[in-house]
């Protein structure tokens, strides 16, 4: 059965503490991996594709990583407006998208 | 570009009674998911369609629930008869399937059955 677990489910930093956030996955056939963001009362927003082992990609302070078996989000240096739930979700052989739980993520200032 | 249009935004409802949910895509985009989010079971996939044809229905709860896309503009999701479980954010989102997969979501609209 596919699968996306997110860890940790939360995280507390201060502003400027650099952190990762992961997503291990078991997955049919990946099409591709996806990280959003999600503010309270939202919908979650679009970051990041990842689509092969070995890829990386940046945004501002923020950089995706992935594995044949997990996805980390490095955070460098965040500030308050960071604070938020992070999504990880997959895309499978058959076209259907998983969802982990996510990671809630608060930064101090 | 509007993004993707929801409404309505809130809608509280009695149990048994008929909702009906609309959702607008991104204009030429090609695909178009239904998602439902509580704290409990997080965001799950409901149904999707791609070109107007349902293409996994494998996430819809049960009967009381349908999903329609008429034309490449909008849907309906509809919860008949409605119950107190039903309560949660319901998530449409839209894709271009040119190559890459990202998902844009609407606002959203929270479901409250009681």
């Known amino acids: 059965e596919d699968q996306v677990t997110q860890s940790p489910e939360a995280l507390r930093l201060q502003e400027g503490e650099s952190s990762s956030l992961n997503c291990s996955y078991t997955?049919?056939?990946?099409?591709?991996l996806f990280w959003y963001r999600q503010d309270p009362g939202k919908g979650p927003e679009f970051l990041f594709t990842?689509?092969?082992a070995g890829e990386e990609k940046e945004k501002e302070r923020l950089k995706a990583t992935l594995t044949k078996k997990e996805s980390f989000l490095h955070i460098t240096a965040p500030k308050p407006e960071d604070s938020a739930t992070y999504l990880c979700?997959?895309?499978?052989?058959?076209?259907?998208?998983?969802f982990g739980a996510g990671t809630r993520l608060f930064v101090k200032a | 570009d509007a993004g993707v249009i929801q409404s309505p935004r809130h809608e509280v409802t009695e149990m048994g009674q008929e909702v009906t949910l609309r959702c607008k895509p991104i204009?030429?985009?090609?695909?178009l998911f239904w998602y439902r989010q509580t704290m409990m079971r997080g965001l799950e996939l409901l149904i999707y369609f791609n070109n107007n044809v349902p293409i996994d229905d494998s996430g819809m709860p049960e009967d009381r629930f349908s999903a329609k896309m008429p034309n490449a503009s909008f849907s309906t999701l509809k919860i008949q008869p409605s119950e107190p479980r039903d309560s949660a954010v319901y998530f449409c989102?839209?894709?271009?399937?040119?190559?890459?997969?990202?998902?844009?979501f609407g606002p959203g609209t929270r479901l409250t059955v009681t």
């Open positions: 979700a997959v895309e499978n052989g058959g076209f259907k998208t998983i």
């Open positions: 989102a839209s894709s271009s399937r040119d190559g890459t997969y990202e998902q844009y």
């Open positions: 990842l689509y092969s």
């Open positions: 997955v049919s056939g990946l099409r591709g």
């Open positions: 204009s030429g985009h090609n695909s």
